[in-house]
Nanobody
Framework: QVQLVESGGGLVHAGGSLRLSCAAD????????IGWFRQAPGKEREAVAC????????TYLDSVKGRFTISRTLAKNTVHLLMNSLKPEDTAVYYC???????????????????WGQGTQVTVSA
């Protein structure tokens, strides 16, 4: 089971920024497409941003385009999600996962497995 660890969540005011990190100890993240997902209370989990392991451009959920940026730091074997101009509706638990890239689904990817870690909580106050 591929295990990824999310970090960087917290409490911010609307308009603020956070940078989430996704790390793995047992394998090289650069070899896999990676996606960030989120789940808010009472809502379904959704793909927020996806980054391939090729030259394909990252993809984003429509509601975060222009505000969120997914990227890799190869030297640190991490994938980041920079979130700017945060809104209260961005409040959720955020997860990173290995994914299959699919431009026909919302956000542009879906998870490879149904295993979900603990995630990291992001809370945006009005």
């Amino acid at each position: 089971q591929v295990q990824l660890v999310e970090s960087g969540g917290g409490l911010v005011h609307a308009g603020g920024s956070l940078r989430l990190s996704c790390a793995a100890d047992q394998f090289t993240l650069a070899s896999y497409p990676i996606g960030w997902f989120r789940q808010a209370p009472g809502k379904e989990r959704e793909a927020v941003a996806c980054i391939s392991n090729s030259e394909r451009s990252p993809t984003y959920l429509d509601s975060v385009k222009g505000r969120f940026t997914i990227s890799r730091t190869l030297a640190k074997n991490t994938v980041h999600l920079l979130m700017n101009s945060l809104k209260p509706e961005d409040t959720a638990v955020y997860y990173c996962k290995t994914v299959h890239i699919d431009p026909d689904v919302s956000g542009g990817c879906y998870p490879r497995t149904d295993y979900w870690g603990q995630g990291t909580q992001v809370t945006v106050s009005a």
